[in-house]
């Protein structure tokens, strides 16, 4: 950026980037009003003017989506490419057809996500959710989540779980225990998954949440 931010012209441009992140296209005025809790359209109109003389933003006037980041930001704002390899349970494990659908390269489609939520990571994939166990995470069921390849995660983490007896994969927080690991629901109605430690195969920890138009925030 060209200079500092103020505080609201900072979560103004972080709604901005964060609202293309999830959508794919910029916020109208009023979508940044009521995402930045801000009184009026007039103040957010007065606070892009600034951003827009300050040299953080480019807007066309005839537009109502007409916002374009530049300098620091539009390089946030950049695009990659995500494969989106198969589904995932954030209820009971529903099976898929081996572990090799975990392999990136099988990914038939892709995600344009912005480069920022990447931050140059390796092996990141994407996964649509099926089930309502993660909504107290905020993870609904048809959102997508990002997720980068690991065989590891600490105590807490989200993962994708392979159960391997089973031949099932489930969306779950992951807490070693003695002589058992709990896959725990984010879902205050749901009980946890308790497996014998030599049975799960860890295929990835979650690194964003893309979430589906419509859902709640």
Not at 76 to 82: E, F, M, P, T, Y
């Amino acid at each position: 950026m060209k200079s500092q931010l103020s505080v609201k012209r900072r979560q103004i441009v972080d709604f901005i980037l964060q609202f293309m992140e999830e959508r794919g296209y910029p916020p109208t005025v009023r979508d940044i009003q009521s995402g930045c809790g801000i009184s009026s359209t007039s103040v957010v109109d007065y606070h892009l003017k600034v951003l827009e003389k300050e040299g953080h933003l480019r807007r066309d006037p005839e537009v109502s989506r007409g916002i374009e980041l530049l300098g620091r930001a539009s390089a946030l704002a950049a695009k990659v490419q995500i494969p989106v390899i198969g589904q995932i349970a954030a209820g009971e494990p529903i099976p898929v057809p081996d572990s090799g659908t975990w392999d990136a390269a099988a990914g038939a489609d892709f995600l344009e996500v912005t480069a920022d939520i990447a931050r140059g990571r390796q092996d990141i994939y994407a996964l649509k959710v099926k089930g309502m166990s993660m909504v107290d995470a905020l993870i609904n069921d048809g959102d997508v989540v990002l997720m980068q390849y690991v065989s590891t995660v600490d105590n807490g983490e989200m993962a994708a779980v392979w159960l391997k007896a089973e031949r099932e994969v489930t969306l779950k927080k992951v807490y070693i225990e003695p002589e058992r690991v709990r896959l725990q629901p984010a879902n205050s109605q749901m009980k946890p998954i308790y497996a014998d430690p030599r049975n799960i195969e860890i295929q990835g920890r979650v690194i964003a949440v893309i979430r589906q138009l419509g859902k709640p925030a």
